[in-house]
Every structure is written in structure tokens, then in C-alpha cells.
């Protein structure tokens, strides 16, 4: 297994939506580090064309600091709208995505299923234009005429869309539960995956979320079998969706790893951590927690 830093890092380090100049910072600190697999976004209009002007300059970087891609994420809230115009825009535009991540060489494209187009109260989840935050909770109004079913056509719709232009590429589009979106558990995840009916669309497994849900952690893998092709691994203590340290929450992480020496992953596992002041350290404490238990159960890992 191949231990990766996910976007979260250059997120949390640098703020939310970050700027392409965090790109460039955050691959020195990754390299320092001493990792060398990367998940790169698209995160927003702005960025995402930052990325694209920039690409060959990126890729030159990323080859300098010995890190490969291996998984790129679309952010564009578009891709579900519920205005046609705006969704076959966005497809024109994840079309654009695809071939970024293809140049970058990345294995797996990445959505979210985003928030439901509700009226919330307060604060949104994963607003581009809020601080990224895991402990908050949401309130809702259902607006007049709002139809659950409606959306989820729609969602269906976009993902058998990107999963189709993915497979020109020969890459698996991958989408994880989150709190707060319209897919937001395991149960939601694999009833998308049956309705998408594409052999190229699976689940990316973040354990912070799903632990969030108060999910047994090794039982969703088992629901899950042959249905995912990424990990996003934080720690959690579902009183909140915080994604902490790995071995300073509440998953029975030896069972997890356990388990997925038992289902043969050789896949990649992104460490998706939250701002603290020791961030780097905190990545370098979670690999080492995941190379002992690797070392137990005789699976081969590497960063």
C-alpha cells in the first residue's frame, strides 16, 4: 500500500479555497516530509484555471520533488445543479478536468456529491467562500416544491456523465460520503454506485466521515467490498466530523488493517488530516502509527 497526502494538507495549511502559488509551496513541504503520492483538486473556477495555465510548470515541479499524482478531484458544485444550462456547462468543463488529471497521471477522478439545494440557516457545508471547518452542524429549511428525488436523478445523471468521459481516459471516478451532502453514508454510497451502473464509478472510503455517521468502521469496509478504489484515513470521535490523527480517535484501526490485508488492497491510503499547530508532525506521527500496524499484519507500505 502506498500512504499519500490528500489537498487537505495545502488546504489547511494555506486556507480554503487555497491559490495555485500553494501548489508550488506545499510540494516542498510534502517532499520534506518524505512523501512522494499526492491528491491534487480543481478546487473552484479560480483555481482549477490556475492549475490548468500552470500545468506543465506543475508537472516539471512535481517531477523535481519525485511526487506523483495518483488521484485529482473536481470541485464544481455545477455538476449537480439542479438548471440544466449550468450542469451541461459544468460537464463541458469536467471534460477540461479529465484531461488535467490524465496529464498529471492521475489514476482515479475525484467528486463530491455536495450539499442538498436547500435554505440553510447559518452556516453551509464546504462553502468555497467560508473557512473549512469539521466540527459545525447544520440547520435547514425545505424549500416549496423541493423534490428528493428530483436531485438524486440528477446526481445519478452527472456521475454516469463523468464516469463515461473518465473511461476515454481509462481512469475510475471515485465520490465519498461526507456529512452534509446528499451522499452522506455508506448505505447512500452503495445505492448511488448500483443506480450509476458504470463498471468505472466506486467509493472513495474517508474514514473520518463515515466514523462520524457512527459507523463501525470495519463492517463499512465489508459493506463496501469491491466497491472502492481510494482511502481518504483521518482518526474521529463521531461527536464531529474532525479529522484527527490517526490513532487519537475512536477506530479500531488494527481490525481495519486487518481486514484490508484479508480483501488484498494494494491501493493508495490519502492521510486527510485537520489544521493544528503541528501539522506536519501530525502526518508523520500517522504514518508511523500505520507502518507499525502494517508491519503487523505483513502488509508492504510506503510513502
Not at 436531485?151 to 471516478?173: G, I, N, Q, R
Request: contains cysteine; hydrophobic residues 35%.
Amino acid at each position: 500500500m502506498k500512504v499519500s497526502i490528500t489537498y487537505l494538507y495545502t488546504i489547511m495549511k494555506y486556507g480554503y479555497p487555497p491559490k495555485i502559488e500553494d501548489d508550488f509551496k506545499a510540494l516542498a513541504e510534502i517532499e520534506k516530509m518524505g512523501f512522494h503520492y499526492l491528491e491534487m483538486e480543481g478546487l473552484g473556477g479560480p483555481h482549477t484555471q490556475g492549475v490548468k495555465e500552470n500545468l506543465h510548470e506543475l508537472k516539471k515541479c512535481l517531477d523535481s520533488h519525485g511526487i506523483q499524482v495518483h488521484n485529482f478531484c473536481a470541485v464544481d458544485p455545477d455538476l449537480v445543479s439542479l438548471d440544466k444550462a449550468k450542469r451541461k456547462a459544468a460537464y463541458e468543463s469536467f471534460k477540461q478536468t479529465a484531461e488535467i488529471g490524465a496529464f498529471l497521471g492521475a489514476e482515479t477522478l475525484h467528486l463530491a456529491s455536495y450539499a442538498p439545494p436547500v435554505e440553510y440557516i447559518g452556516k453551509a457545508p464546504y462553502k468555497l467562500d467560508e473557512e473549512y471547518s469539521f466540527g459545525n452542524t447544520f440547520k435547514v429549511r425545505i424549500p416549496d416544491g423541493f423534490s428528493w428525488e428530483k436531485l438524486w436523478s440528477v446526481l445519478v445523471e452527472s456521475c454516469a456523465f463523468t464516469a463515461d468521459v473518465s473511461k476515454a481516459y481509462d481512469k475510475t471516478v471515485i465520490m465519498e460520503p461526507r456529512i452534509g451532502e446528499v451522499i452522506c453514508s455508506v448505505d447512500s454510497m452503495i445505492r448511488l454506485i448500483n443506480d450509476v451502473n458504470k463498471d468505472n464509478f466506486k467509493a472513495n472510503f474517508d474514514t473520518g466521515h463515515i466514523c462520524a455517521q457512527r459507523e463501525n468502521i470495519p463492517l463499512a469496509l465489508k459493506k463496501l467490498e469491491g466497491n472502492f478504489a481510494n482511502f481518504h484515513l483521518s482518526d474521529n470521535i463521531p461527536s464531529d466530523t474532525n479529522h484527527l490523527p490517526i490513532g487519537d480517535g475512536s477506530i479500531d484501526w488494527d481490525e481495519f488493517f486487518r481486514v484490508l490485508k484479508i480483501m488484498n488492497y494494494d491501493g493508495y491510503l490519502g492521510l486527510d488530516l485537520n489544521k493544528s499547530s503541528a501539522l506536519e508532525q501530525d502526518y508523520l506521527k500517522s504514518y508511523r502509527f500505520i507502518e507499525n500496524l502494517c508491519n503487523k499484519h505483513g502488509i508492504t507500505v510506503e510513502r
